[in-house]
T-cell receptor, first 114, second 113 residues
Framework: EPEVTQTPSHQVTQMGQEVILRCVPISNHLYFYWYRQILGQKVEFLVSFYNNEISEKSEIFDDQFSVERPDGSNFTLKIRSTKLEDSAMYFC????????????FGPGTRLLVL | AQSVTQLGSHVSVSEGALVLLRCNYSSSVPPYLFWYVQYPNQGLQLLLKYTSAATLVKGINGFEAEFKKSETSFHLTKPSAHMSDAAEYFCAATSSNTGKLIFGQGTTLQVKP
């Protein structure tokens, strides 16, 4: 069964460093998402991406964040200058359509900023 | 703004007992509603979803949920809990044409032998 994969599973970085989180969505999916979950808190929407453009972003997704689909398979989330409060589990998801379509989630990347 | 509330961050049941996990939503338009389950060190897996067809939705692993518009609820039930049901459960909603999911805070289900 096709699945969403994410790398790395864990990343530790120093405050101020750039990190890139990688995702490989399901191959025929067209819509891509990033969510995050700070320990003990809700899963929060960060951004949705379709047709090589951001279609919606949350207030969390400020200028420090960017997303890219550099080739036909990868979907990346970049944090330019990490802050302590960026420590969280980051989930990638993909779907074939929107509006009620199931989003398939990857296993997550746990990011720790020291 | 749309929001999802899950009542009870931890629920404990005995094996074989009824499981009831509560979810309420607030939305200006009828949303699409989802229940996801997360097992340790895994991603979120869809249990079931409501997309304005039948109000009683059946999902995987014997779970079902009923959409009640009058109560703005979408509670998850399973008649008989199994040890393997122990996990974290998330209710989510969307009425966005971009697919943005709004999650509840999650409920950890513990199943006692």
């Amino acid at each position: 069964e096709p699945e969403v994969t994410q790398t790395p599973s864990h990343q530790v970085t120093q405050m101020g460093q750039e990190v890139i989180l990688r995702c490989v969505p399901i191959s025929n999916h067209l819509y891509f998402y990033w969510y995050r979950q700070i320990l003990g808190q809700k899963v929060e929407f960060l951004v949705s991406f379709y047709n090589n453009e951001i279609s919606e972003k949350s207030e969390i997704f400020d200028d420090q964040f960017s997303v890219e689909r550099p080739d036909g398979s990868n979907f990346t989330l970049k944090i330019r200058s990490t802050k302590l409060e960026d420590s969280a589990m980051y989930f990638c998801a993909s779907s074939l359509r929107t509006s009620g379509e199931t989003q398939y989630f990857g296993p997550g990347t746990r990011l720790l900023v020291l | 703004a749309q929001s999802v509330t899950q009542l009870g961050s931890h629920v404990s049941v005995s094996e074989g007992a009824l499981v009831l996990l509560r979810c309420n939503y607030s939305s200006s338009v009828p949303p699409y509603l989802f229940w996801y389950v997360q097992y340790p060190n895994q991603g979120l897996q869809l249990l079931l979803k409501y997309t304005s067809a039948a109000t009683l939705v059946k999902g995987i692993n014997g779970f079902e949920a009923e959409f009640k518009k009058s109560e703005t609820s979408f509670h998850l039930t399973k008649p008989s809990a199994h040890m393997s049901d122990a996990a974290e459960y998330f209710c989510a909603a969307t009425s966005s044409n971009t697919g943005k999911l709004i999650f509840g805070q999650g409920t950890t289900l513990q199943v006692k032998p």
